[in-house]
């Protein structure tokens, strides 16, 4: 395996990957409507850690494939992701004032403007897959976008906040929980491994085998936050702590108390380390990933 300081640096050559094209691709903040192209941009490099474009490139490399054809994929899974947040965190989904130790997107301008920014990235993700690209066959990116769009829409993420403001003030079982962030975080953190794969051209056993990892790490993922969420400090996590518990919504220490959500990410770990046992060297950087997932500090 890999070291833990060659991890590292494959994780920053993908963040500054993924920021440069993002940069050519996000419309320049000179050019009208020039609020809203400013506050897409202020959104968008707002300092986020882009796990799920590191995982679009740690997948298609697992699947032996070149860095550039997942360059597409990077990009579209983090304008979803961040749009996401954007949307998330307005007075009537979440209510968080702090997004990555900075001001929320609404805060920093108002809350029209953050609909419309969420809006406007999300239709840059699919213009951006949609577009021609001599390395990726056109069927290829076919799949991609309806893969990205199931993750996004009412069967993945968007359901899953769905799901969520539902469960505020009820108690929900170990399954209704984890169907919850299957759909809310899962469901793009999946997209983004089978993206990479597809990208790289994978089979159908690697994509069986890669889609077992990411529903571990998807899960695992969630657990840690809701762990970081008591344990951690609002400086560290960039975002308000204790909001969930404020908020009364269920967490995995609330169900499982903070042992039992600790031993839940570590059987997690385990679930996403077994279905890369027929990956080479060259899934090392998802195993440390998925190792980075449940032992972050934010």
Do not use: W
Not at 115 to 129: K, N, P
Not at 208 to 234: E, M, P, W
């Amino acid at each position: 395996m890999q070291t833990e300081a060659s991890f590292t640096d494959f994780s920053k050559n993908c963040v500054s990957r993924v920021e440069q094209i993002l940069e050519t691709q996000l419309p320049p903040p000179d050019i009208e409507p020039s609020r809203l192209h400013r506050a897409m941009r202020y959104a968008t490099f707002n300092g986020g850690k882009r796990i799920r474009p590191i995982l679009v490139y740690a997948s298609g490399l697992a699947c032996k494939g070149q860095i550039q054809q997942m360059d597409l994929a990077a990009c579209a899974v983090e304008l979803i992701h961040t749009y996401s947040l954007v949307h998330d965190d307005l007075p009537a989904m979440d209510d968080d004032d702090l997004r990555r130790g900075k001001p929320t997107c609404h805060r920093a301008y108002d809350e029209a403007t953050a609909i419309l920014v969420g809006d406007a990235l999300q239709s840059l993700a699919f213009r951006l897959l949609s577009r021609k690209e001599e390395a990726i066959p056109a069927t290829t990116r076919l799949q991609m976008i309806e893969l990205l769009a199931t993750a996004s829409g009412s069967r993945g993420m968007a359901g899953g906040q769905a799901m969520d403001i539902d469960a505020v003030n009820r108690e929900l079982a170990l399954p209704e929980l984890e169907a919850m962030h299957i759909h809310k975080t899962g469901a793009l953190i999946r997209a983004s491994v089978q993206m990479g794969a597809l990208a790289a051209g994978s089979d159908e056993k690697q994509q069986r085998h890669l889609g077992h990892y990411a529903k571990a790490i998807g899960l695992a993922f969630q657990v840690q936050d809701d762990i970081l969420d008591i344990i951690s400090d609002t400086d560290t996590l960039g975002k308000t702590q204790g909001k969930d518990a404020a908020a009364n919504k269920p967490t995995y220490p609330g169900l499982l108390g903070l042992d039992g959500a600790r031993q839940k990410a570590r059987e997690l770990l385990d679930e996403a380390l077994d279905a890369l046992t027929d990956f080479g060297s060259e899934a090392d950087q998802l195993r440390h990933l998925a190792h980075y997932v449940v032992q972050r500090s934010h």
